[in-house]
């Protein structure tokens, strides 16, 4: 984000409020702009939750785990939900029914494994990913898309089962830019959620920011 992109949102709407959320280095001169402009809230641990926070070591969470957690919790208030994104990593998010955010787990994601794959092998190609409806691969090309495809959903599945165990009834939620193309492999009752992240950035914001 950059303030030429931050001016044009301003001219077009009239914004009061904002939450700033980032794993990584931001534009400190935009950030600087939007300070002074909104009343801004930069997103950490730290702010105001409307969850109860158990994880044991909250200064290393990610904010796009903790705004996954809180939004779960928001789309299902009152429930055991299991969030999974499949994005960069394959992360999972558990919050109870009680609103105890536990933690959860992070693996590697789609194209983490393809490009390992090609990566670590001598021979094996750089398979890309795409929707496919077969078990058995019959080239070396399908092989690898059957095997991290399959084996993902299969992966989420037995997530999922391992949760039920402790955790039932249990909500699973499911988002993130691959998870289209996975959400057909995975046989357990899923729900599809546009953007968890951006609706738990939303009540975290309420929750820390004032008109004033």
């Given at each position: 984000?950059?303030?030429?992109?931050?001016?044009?949102?301003?001219?077009?709407?009239?914004?009061?409020?904002?939450?700033?959320?980032?794993?990584?280095?931001?534009?400190?001169?935009?950030?600087?702009?939007?300070?002074?402009?909104?009343?801004?809230?930069?997103?950490?641990?730290?702010?105001?939750?409307?969850?109860?926070?158990?994880?044991?070591?909250?200064?290393?969470?990610?904010?796009?785990?903790?705004?996954?957690?809180?939004?779960?919790?928001?789309?299902?208030?009152?429930?055991?939900?299991?969030?999974?994104?499949?994005?960069?990593?394959?992360?999972?998010?558990?919050?109870?029914?009680?609103?105890?955010?536990?933690?959860?787990?992070?693996?590697?994601?789609?194209?983490?494994?393809?490009?390992?794959?090609?990566?670590?092998?001598?021979?094996?190609?750089?398979?890309?990913?795409?929707?496919?409806?077969?078990?058995?691969?019959?080239?070396t090309q399908n092989s690898i898309l059957s095997g991290v495809m399959n084996g993902m959903a299969a992966e989420i599945d037995g997530l999922i089962d391992q949760y039920s165990l402790t955790f039932s009834p249990l909500k699973v939620l499911f988002?993130?830019?691959?998870?289209?193309?996975?959400?057909?492999?995975?046989?357990?009752?899923?729900?599809?959620?546009?953007?968890?992240?951006?609706?738990?950035?939303?009540?975290?914001?309420?929750?820390?920011?004032?008109?004033?």
């Open positions: 984000m950059t303030i030429p992109f931050f001016e044009h949102l301003f001219e077009e709407y009239e914004i009061r409020r904002a939450i700033v959320s980032s794993v990584g280095k931001g534009d400190e001169d935009a950030l600087a702009w939007l300070d002074a402009h909104t009343h801004l809230v930069q997103f950490s641990h730290q702010c105001k939750l409307p969850i109860t926070m158990k994880y044991a070591t909250p200064e290393t969470l990610g904010t796009d785990r903790l705004a996954n957690a809180v939004g779960a919790n928001a789309l299902c208030p009152g429930e055991n939900v299991l969030s999974i994104m499949a994005g960069t990593c394959l992360v999972a998010d558990f919050v109870n029914a009680d609103g105890e955010y536990l933690g959860g787990s992070i693996a590697p994601g789609m194209r983490m494994r393809f490009q390992a794959l090609s990566q670590f092998t001598a021979k094996l190609p750089l398979v890309e990913p795409e929707k496919i409806n077969f078990l058995i691969g019959d080239t988002s993130g830019g691959d998870s289209s193309l996975l959400q057909n492999f995975i046989k357990k009752r899923i729900f599809a959620a546009q953007n968890p992240i951006l609706f738990g950035l939303l009540k975290i914001l309420k929750l820390n920011a004032s008109e004033n």
